[in-house]
């Protein structure tokens, strides 16, 4: 059974850091790629950051670039999300999610996707002014 559980989400003042954890279960994060999103209020679902979990090949969207670090822990099946100089615009309930159709090697494709297979039931992060 596939199962996601995001964590270290919080208030924050705007250009401080958080750093979120997604850890993953039932699936080995070796052969597939985890994606980061976030959605916030009133608007779509977007894509952050996706990493392989088998070569650490990683994408990231522009808004994420310079200021968000993805990694991951392939010992602890955990994906982390480091993102410092927070802005409110940052604010959103992020999310981790995992398609198991795609290879470890479609990473940018999962972060293209809109309908990933599974998802954790997010984290939400808000960053003040």
């Known amino acids: 059974q596939v199962q996601l559980v995001e964590s270290g989400g919080g208030l924050v003042q705007a250009g401080g850091s958080l750093r979120l954890s997604c850890a993953a279960s039932g699936f080995t994060l070796d052969d597939y790629s985890i994606a980061w999103f976030r959605q916030a209020p009133g608007e779509e679902r977007e894509a952050v950051s996706c990493?392989?979990?088998?070569?650490?090949?990683?994408y990231y969207v522009d808004s994420a670039k310079g200021r968000f670090t993805i990694s991951r822990d392939n010992a602890k099946n955990t994906v982390y999300l480091q993102m410092n100089s927070l802005k409110p615009e940052d604010t959103a309930v992020y999310y981790c999610g995992t398609d198991l159709r795609l290879t470890s090697l479609q990473y940018r494709d999962l972060c293209n996707y809109k309908y990933l297979e599974f998802w954790g039931q997010g984290t939400l992060v808000t960053v003040s002014s």
């Open positions: 990493i392989s979990g088998s070569n650490g090949g990683t």
